[in-house]
């Protein structure tokens, strides 16, 4: 019976720590060290559905963009789910597009200056080549998306202050 029981101990325990290793591999690969890592990170969920800007995984956004560019995302979320409504981001955006046939798609390496990252992220949709500029900033959880410049003076920050009465 005492060795039916350390054998129990011994195996609830193994399962725990296979868990909580689990646990910090998925952690580690959700959060890259590097700029560049955390955008390829972002577009391969989002890719795959599981991204940000999916109402069932809104609260991922936290992961990837700083906090009050992922507060007002999240915020625009939640409420365009709820009121069955369009919101702020009414179109694809890390693609800057309703419609997408994407080619030619690449994510540059990080430039740094004054503590601050840009990645570009160049692909072709429907024929037209385009360019991305995602503006990262270091804070104490690593490295995050503080904006997204499209070009033309339009960014993903500025389209939420545009609405913000």
Same mark, same amino acid.
């Given at each position: 019976?005492?060795?039916?029981?350390?054998?129990?101990?011994?195996?609830?325990?193994?399962?725990?720590?296979?868990?909580?290793?689990?646990?910090?591999?998925?952690?580690?690969?959700?959060?890259?060290?590097?700029?560049?890592?955390?955008?390829?990170?972002?577009?391969?969920?989002?890719?795959?559905?599981?991204?940000?800007?999916?109402?069932?995984?809104?609260?991922?956004?936290?992961?990837?963009?700083?906090?009050?560019?992922? %507060? =007002?995302?999240? /915020?625009?979320? #939640?409420?365009?789910? @709820?009121?069955? &409504?369009? !919101?702020?981001?009414?179109?694809?955006?890390?693609?800057?597009?309703? %419609? =997408?046939?994407? /080619?030619?798609? #690449?994510?540059?390496? @990080?430039?740094? &200056?004054? !503590?601050?990252?840009?990645?570009?992220?160049?692909?072709?949709?429907?024929?037209?080549?385009?360019?991305?500029?995602?503006?990262?900033?270091?804070?104490?959880?690593?490295?995050?998306?503080?904006?997204?410049?499209?070009?033309?003076?339009?960014?993903?920050?500025?389209?939420?202050?545009?609405?913000?009465?």
């Amino acid at each position: 019976m005492n060795k039916i029981k350390t054998n129990l101990v011994a195996f609830l325990l193994l399962t725990g720590l296979i868990a909580v290793a689990n646990v910090k591999i998925q952690a580690q690969a959700v959060t890259p060290s590097a700029p560049d890592a955390l955008v390829a990170s972002l577009y391969k969920v989002h890719n795959q559905k599981r991204g940000p800007f999916q109402a069932r995984h809104a609260a991922s956004v936290y992961k990837y963009f700083d906090k009050k560019l992922a %507060d =007002m995302i999240h /915020k625009d979320i #939640a409420t365009s789910a @709820a009121k069955h &409504e369009v !919101g702020v981001i009414d179109s694809d955006p890390l693609y800057d597009a309703q %419609d =997408m046939e994407i /080619k030619k798609f #690449a994510i540059g390496k @990080a430039s740094y &200056e004054s !503590g601050k990252a840009k990645v570009l992220v160049t692909f072709e949709n429907l024929g037209e080549k385009k360019t991305l500029t995602f503006l990262l900033v270091n804070g104490s959880s690593g490295w995050r998306i503080s904006d997204i410049d499209y070009g033309e003076g339009r960014t993903l920050f500025g389209e939420f202050k545009e609405t913000t009465p």
